[in-house]
């Protein structure tokens, strides 16, 4: 690295000096005391009425829950256990200490959190790790799913809920878990994450739009940001991504608990051990979420990049899914700059695309 691109310490810490002196009267530090209980709180969002909005977390994430594919590179699902886990902090991230990494993220801290409680929640019951919160108290407590695995009955407190940011209409956008549905004894799970808005769930691909039935029953979505569009419509979009097709379920080595490829074929696969680790292929969408109905359909924005033979159909090539996701989304009035010769709003989406071949970012 060149010398000019290390700043000092003593130069850093003279401009935070300096700024907090010049600055210290525009704004005021204030202790919020969320209304749930946790171990840990993170503040993650801030709305425009100045009303913080966060999560929780009780041990460790295992498998980090705002990312599609595990860590942002296992778009094969093959980090399963322990030694999954270790294998990728050697390869990946490098530590001296990853046998101490993956038994905190495996087993979890403070008798909670961890990969392993979420492996073995079908049999043992899950308690929720990540909870969702204003100041006004908890988020999506009981998140809507029109599925419930073996007919059960949601498990209170055992959904994870993380936040990503507040709309500019001043609701909540974030990632929920379903809960665990008991059935007589077994605890099934609908789907690992589905974004919301305020209080409305965003779906996958759904059957009337060519998408497999397991697609629709326990696909996953994420939401990251939204848009007013046209400025000033008051017409409210949601962008992230969404299951479009489901993994390729052929591979013995994204078994755990049983065979995935049990799971394609069944109308009630939530109730399976061996498909409480289902994946999917997923694209970049959009929601309209105008009407602010419990749950709404998507339409994806963009193709895959680079697929070739029927990838494109199937959304995997070889053991590998295709990946998307949108992770931003500006408007943009040109009519402020007086230079611009493009239409009188402009509308960028920000897209992370994982596929076989790699990663790339568009816009």
Known sequence: MKRSNIFKLSTVATLVTVSLGANASLYNVEMVSPSVTANEFYGSAISEAGVLAGDTRDGTDGLPFREEAPFGIDNNFYYLDWDDLESYCYRERGYNSCENWASREWNGI?????????????????????????????????????????????????????????????????????????????????????????????????????????????????????????????NTYVVGSAAVNPFRYSDGDKNYRGSVSNCFSSDDPGALQECQNFAFSTKGYVWDVTAGDVSVAGESIALWPNTKDNDADTGWRDDTSYMASVRGAVVRDVTLDLMERRPPTMLNLYLLVTTPLGMTTTC
């Open 110 to 234: 403070n008798n909670a959190g961890g990969l392993q409680r979420e492996r073995e929640a079908f049999t043992q019951g899950y308690t929720s790790n990540a909870r969702g919160f204003t100041e006004a108290g908890a988020l999506m407590t009981t998140p809507a799913s029109d599925y419930a695995p073996g007919g059960g009955s949601l498990e209170a407190d055992s959904n994870n809920v993380t936040v990503n940011k507040y709309s500019a209409s001043g609701q909540v956008i974030g990632n929920t878990s379903s809960g665990y549905y008991n059935s007589n004894g077994n605890y099934g799970l609908a789907y690992r994450e589905r974004g919301f808005i305020g209080d409305t769930i965003l779906l996958p691909r759904q059957i009337s739009q060519g998408a497999d039935q397991i697609v629709e029953l326990m696909g996953r979505t994420m939401a990251f940001d939204s848009f007013e569009y046209p400025l000033g419509s008051g």
